[in-house]
């Protein structure tokens, strides 16, 4: 298609501030919408850019074609016995089909089949001017949009996240006409609240974001925005003798609150210092989405990094602003600091009756002393003391009641950890009262002490168990108790660092001890769903194929520990020579097994043998069984494998010459039990008939 058919296309919807934790997936959202609407629309487009301000959405898409393709459309019409009668003489149904095809009858055409001579219509549907369709697609893409919750304004019925003010549609140099959200699109958009030209007007989509920068003194990029954001507050910091405190998170909201983002350095008192940093971290972040600034050491700076939304002619009279905003917020920090202290974690404990945990499933306390038993029960798989360990989940949640962990949530089990050693708790157990948490998200670090480990896994086992247990297990994408985020955290604790227990065994402990019955089939339900969350834990590994994880899945392996050794094995096994002949003997064995209803797991009688080729793999059989023996308890999954693996040439030269299904009764049984104890030996590991090898 000639650049004459085609044009870039610009939309910005301005709106009123947009929620700044929803901007960056929103963008995303209507950029990806509107490319699928065009195409859906058979309208062609290049490369897309998605652009986002606190006070915009916006997309530029290069190259889309002024006119959709003419596209060819053939109708069935009904059979020509029905179209027309004795004389010939078209029938209604063929005058109905015709005047729907836009055509006279003698226009029609005759396609025949093997079903007999039919009518049908040929003809070529003309394309639509672009213009035509935008409009609709750019609706049909805001509609989609990931909005939670929607509002309505002045006195239109239109809903969307935030009042819209404006709408820029604009197809090569020409404005695109139609309404969205009741305004009519047009070429001008509106740049900084104080900085900017109100209004700038856009030439053409090709201006867009480059006349916003200049003349309105708006950076629609959000990379690049936030980009700018990074070096500066980098810059800012290096000067003031450390480096920034940050996440990606914190980037990207600053971004999104930000049109022209500027970089201040302000200062508080260094007797706040003394406050635990993670408190003055959550201060100055979650409350002002300010940037601390840290040492090389690690050690916090009286000192941090704002971003201003603009260029201030009076740079010290922001910096005393924000240095004024934080003050209060870290006295009131400082004030729960002490405070908090002043009274023992353990004080606390009667206390967790008085807060209802979840409706059906007691309170806080009730569900502290659950977890106690659960880890106590748990303490002896990781060499963990089950005192400290009890005594830790018994003071676990005494944290919630704190002043601090009130004022900042995020904070619970990391206060508990301060608290507890302020109060003389052993080290382990204050040590693991911070880690009960973890991890809190993907990627998040895991606990490094036994006892957190164990409570750790004990606080999200019973979060589910209580859960499943309720009758409220996670449906669809709906999970609101973040039982995934908590299955997930078991699985990641159990592998990464190495805790063996027995899963099904510590499933049922839970669920015994919750206070509401469990129905029936939820140990089994829960095993599942946490199985589930291992195998995308290996999926985003990459190196684990699903038949893999489905080989080592049917053996239900009760330990997380046990089912990656297997699965490991597996995967080497697969890189074997012998695999792909084992692997589609086995499927066959269990073929023949399922089909002559065998069940019969006795030994075989070797005076019933009647050819070498049974003698010699019962003999092979025998051998690697007993060589294994000890393999199996070490768990040294691929080492069994491995040896079974000898056995290819036996089973190859059994099948070749031994008719398993004889009409002999005695000898027919006798060769099923040679394949059943053949199978049985791979099922020890695995059922690698789950697999299939295909050597290229």
Known sequence: ??????????????????????????????????????????????????????????????AVARRQADREIEQKGPPVAVAFDDDGMPTRAAEAFAKKCGVRVDELEREQSDKGEWLCFRGSEPGREAADIIPGCVRLALDKLPIPRRMRWGAGATEFVRPVHWVVMLHGDAVVPGQVFGLAAGRVSHGHRFMGDGRVEL??????????????????????????????????????????????????????LTEWPAAITGEFEEVYLELPPEVIVATLTGHQRYFPIAAADGRLLPRFVTVANLDSPEPDKVRDGN???????????????????????????????????????????????????????????????????????LLGKCDLLTGMVGEFPELQGTMGRYYARAAGEPAAV?????????????????????????????????????????????????????????????????????????????????????????????????????????RGWYQEKGDISTEMFEAVRAREPRSLIDFDARLEAVAGFVANEAAESLAAANKRIANILRQAGFDDDGAPDAALFDSDAERELHDALGRAAEAVEGMLERRRYGDVLAKLAGLRAAVDRF???????????????NRLKLLSGLRAEFLKVADISRLSIARS
């Open 1 to 62: 298609m000639s650049t004459a058919e085609t044009a870039d296309l610009l939309v910005e919807i301005g709106t009123e501030e947009l929620p700044p934790g929803a901007l960056k997936p929103m963008m995303l959202a209507f950029a990806d919408g509107l490319v699928e609407a065009l195409a859906a629309e058979r309208l062609d487009c290049g490369e897309m850019r998605p652009y986002a301000s606190p006070r915009r959405l916006a997309v530029r898409i290069d």
């Open 203 to 256: 030439a053409s989509a090709g201006d867009y974001p480059g006349k916003l920068e200049a003349g309105g003194r708006v950076i629609a990029d959000f990379g690049e925005r936030r980009a700018r954001i990074v070096a500066a507050v980098e810059k800012a910091a290096t000067e003031a003798g450390g480096s920034p405190v940050a996440n990606d998170e914190l980037y990207d909201e600053v971004t999104a």
């Open 323 to 393: 240095e004024r905003v934080i003050r209060p917020r870290l006295a009131d920090a400082a004030f729960f600091w002490n405070a908090d202290r002043a009274r023992p974690l353990a004080e606390r404990c009667d206390d967790l009756a008085d807060v209802v945990y979840q409706r059906g499933l007691g309170t806080l306390a009730d569900r502290s002393r659950r977890i106690a038993l659960l880890s106590a029960s748990l303490a002896a798989d990781v060499d963990a003391d089950p005192l400290l360990v009890e005594r830790a989940a």
């Open 430 to 534: 204050a040590d693991a009262i911070g880690e009960q948490y973890l991890p809190r998200f993907a990627g998040d670090e895991l606990p490094q002490t036994p006892a957190g480990r164990v409570l750790a896994i004990a606080d999200k086992l019973d979060a589910l168990c209580g859960i499943f247990a309720a009758g409220k297990k996670p449906s669809g994408n709906r999970d609101p108790f973040g039982l995934r985020r908590a299955a997930l955290g078991v699985v990641r604790i159990g592998i990464e660092c190495g805790v063996d227990f027995d899963l099904p065994a510590a499933i049922a402990a839970g669920l015994m001890l919750q206070p509401v019955p469990a129905p029936e089939a939820a140990a089994e339900e829960l095993y599942d769903f946490i199985v589930e969350r291992l």
């Open 655 to 669: 099948f070749d010459d031994v008719m398993v299904m004889a009409d002999d009764d005695d000898l027919r049984r």
